[in-house]
């Protein structure tokens, strides 16, 4: 998203207010309505584009005599008002500057009047007198189009529709009044217009089963006091759900997984992911380091899927990050290892080993006005007490992502501890500072066994960028064979992390800056929403 979208999304989301929560209440997720209103720009767009088309093909294909005997000013009144208007409506749609309800119910005022526009185009034709119209009007058309693109309650579709239909006979009942046409009798504006009348009624039925979908879409994604509003991503453990609390408006990231996902005919493998499930959620609210995602909320839908929500991160994970933009400095890399060693230290100190520390679990994200937080998530491994069966996964496989994993997990050892955790940040600070992995391998067994006897080269081999000599020391003895050979705590990881000389601190202002060069739309966010955000006269 540009950052001139992000701003004219926030300024919209003030300027609506309650409206937005109304919406879903009403019926239909916001996300829907935003999708609908994207429709009716292209829907006017076309409009324009097909009414200039209609008139102009129109003068080759219709009889001289019939064209533009007068009524040429209502004529071009509908014609160019109509394609004024639709380009005015497309435009207003994809600006977002109206919140979405309000647009769809200009879209609908947009109906009739377009309607209307048609209907001057098409009865502009001087007839002969006693010559009878045949054929469905344009009318006909545009209100079925609107049906698909519009969702609106039933009082609103019909309101919609049946002034939409009027607009034919009333455009050729104007054109006789001022030009003096002579008007088809009672009969012949019944047989005419009359079809056209029964078949806004299908219309208006058929709205009712889409509005009806709309409104079971947004059942189905209520999940115990939070909204489903957007599909985040899908793993081995679920899905996770951009997500609104009902009631406070609070946004978040909403971990779900369902018994029917799992694979059928076997019991035994459901048990486990729910376990494990339901252990991450039990293991990360536990924890109240400000490095580690705060759980906001757990339970189990009516259909026996077990959900938790927690905080949604603004930001990128660092397996993303170094993808994307390349390996860090050494004094960036070394601010995100304290970070993750906030985390883990807490956790640790709860008898709580993460077991799958790697990048794509770690996030550098906006918390207040800092860019570069670290937040450490996804405790779906995380071992809770000594008797705790290290093996507990879906795939029965040793537990773990296997480029970041200790040797000790590797060989399914019972005795496995914090030091597999720092094991795994070594090969965090490696991919941090190199943007390569410490192994490589074709296949996750050879890379197991590659953690388990080959030795890591050093990372200052494998990157141009200058690593000091004491970093690259400290990741060497992270990524010892022997947990005994490795710091024996985050705590005194973070304490040499701390005493490494000759590096300027990875500052504030330098993540600013990295974040305002490479990701623009993230940066600008928090100084947007505090810009547009009410200012409260007094509190109570």
């Given at each position: 998203m540009s950052p001139k979208h992000e701003k004219s999304r926030l300024e919209v989301h003030r300027a609506c207010g309650n409206t937005l929560s109304s919406s879903t209440v009403n019926g239909l997720p916001s996300d829907l309505l935003d999708k609908a209103v994207n429709r009716l720009g292209w829907v006017a767009l076309f409009y324009a584009v097909a009414l200039q088309a209609v008139h102009w093909g129109r003068q080759v294909s219709v009889p001289e005599r019939l064209v533009y005997s007068n009524g040429t000013v209502l004529l071009y009144a509908g014609l160019f008002g109509g394609t004024i208007l639709a380009l005015a409506v497309a435009g207003l749609a994809w600006s977002r500057k109206v919140c979405s309800p309000y647009m769809l119910d200009l879209g609908l005022v947009f109906e009739v009047v377009g309607a209307f526009s048609i209907g001057l185009v098409e009865y502009s034709i001087n007839l002969p007198i006693g010559e009878r119209v045949y054929g469905w009007s344009g009318i006909v058309l545009w209100i079925s189009v609107f049906v698909l693109v519009i969702p609106a309650t039933l009082g609103k579709t019909a309101l919609a529709s049946i002034s939409s239909i009027l607009m034919g006979p009333v455009s050729l009942l104007l054109y006789g009044a001022i030009y003096q046409r002579t008007a088809p009798d009672v009969r012949s504006m019944f047989a005419v217009f009359?079809?056209?009348?029964?078949?806004?009624?299908?219309?208006?039925?058929?709205?009712?089963?889409?509005?009806?979908?709309?409104?079971?879409?947004?059942?189905?994604?209520?999940?115990?006091?939070?909204?489903?509003?957007?599909?985040?991503?899908?793993?081995?453990?679920?899905?996770v759900w951009k997500a609104k609390h009902r009631m406070l408006a609070r946004p978040a990231?909403?971990?779900?997984?369902?018994?029917?996902?799992?694979?059928?005919?076997?019991?035994?493998?459901?048990?486990?992911?729910?376990?494990?499930?339901?252990?991450?959620?039990?293991?990360?609210?536990?924890?109240?380091?400000?490095?580690?995602?705060?759980?906001?909320?757990?339970?189990?839908?009516?259909?026996?899927?077990?959900?938790?929500?927690m905080e949604l991160l603004d930001g990128l994970d660092l397996e993303t990050m170094i993808e994307k933009y390349g390996p860090v400095p050494a004094e960036r890399a070394i601010h995100f290892m304290l970070g993750i060693t906030s985390s883990l230290e807490e956790a640790h100190s709860l008898?709580?080993?993460?077991?799958?520390?790697?990048?794509?679990?770690?996030?550098?994200?906006?918390?207040?006005?800092?860019?570069?937080?670290?937040?450490?998530?996804?405790?779906?491994?995380?071992?809770?007490?000594?008797?705790e069966?290290?093996?507990?996964?879906?795939?029965?496989?040793?537990?773990?992502?296997?480029?970041?994993?200790?040797?000790?997990?590797?060989?399914?050892?019972?005795?496995?501890?914090?030091?597999?955790?720092?094991?795994?940040?070594?090969?965090?600070?490696?991919?941090?500072?190199?943007?390569?992995l410490v192994f490589e391998a074709d296949s996750a067994i050879g890379?197991?066994?590659?953690?388990?006897?080959?030795?890591?080269?050093?990372?200052?081999?494998?990157?141009?960028?200058?690593?000091?000599?004491?970093l690259e020391r400290l990741i060497m003895d992270c990524l010892e064979k022997d947990p005994n050979r490795r710091p024996s705590s985050v705590r005194v990881v973070a304490r040499r992390l701390q005493a490494i000389a000759g590096l300027e601190p990875w500052s504030r202002d330098r993540a600013d800056r990295w974040w305002q060069t490479h990701r623009p739309d993230l940066a600008s966010n928090l100084f947007e929403e505090i810009r547009t955000m009410p200012r409260a006269n007094a509190y109570v």
């Open positions: 009359i079809p056209h009348f029964l078949f806004a009624l299908l219309t208006i039925i058929l709205s009712r089963f889409l509005y009806s979908l709309g409104t079971d879409l947004s059942k189905a994604r209520a999940v115990g006091s939070y909204q489903l509003v957007e599909l985040l991503g899908r793993g081995g453990m679920g899905e990231a909403l971990k779900l997984i369902s018994p029917a996902a799992i694979e059928p005919g076997r019991p035994e493998l459901t048990t486990a992911v729910l376990r494990r499930f339901e252990r991450e959620a039990q293991a990360t609210a536990a924890l109240r380091s400000p490095n580690t995602v705060h759980v906001y909320d757990f339970g189990t839908t009516s259909d026996g899927s077990l959900y938790y929500a008898g709580v080993i993460h077991r799958d520390i790697k990048p794509a679990n770690i996030y550098a994200c906006r918390q207040g006005a800092d860019h570069d937080f670290v937040k450490v998530l996804d405790f779906g491994l995380a071992r809770l007490g000594s008797g069966n290290t093996r507990m996964t879906v795939n029965e496989m040793t537990s773990g992502t296997p480029a970041y994993m200790s040797p000790e997990i590797a060989m399914g050892s019972p005795d496995v501890d914090n030091r597999a955790d720092i094991y795994a940040l070594g090969c965090v600070a490696y991919w941090l500072l190199t943007g390569r890379m197991i066994f590659n953690h388990v006897n080959t030795l890591p080269v050093p990372p200052s081999h494998r990157t141009e960028l200058e690593i000091p000599s004491q």
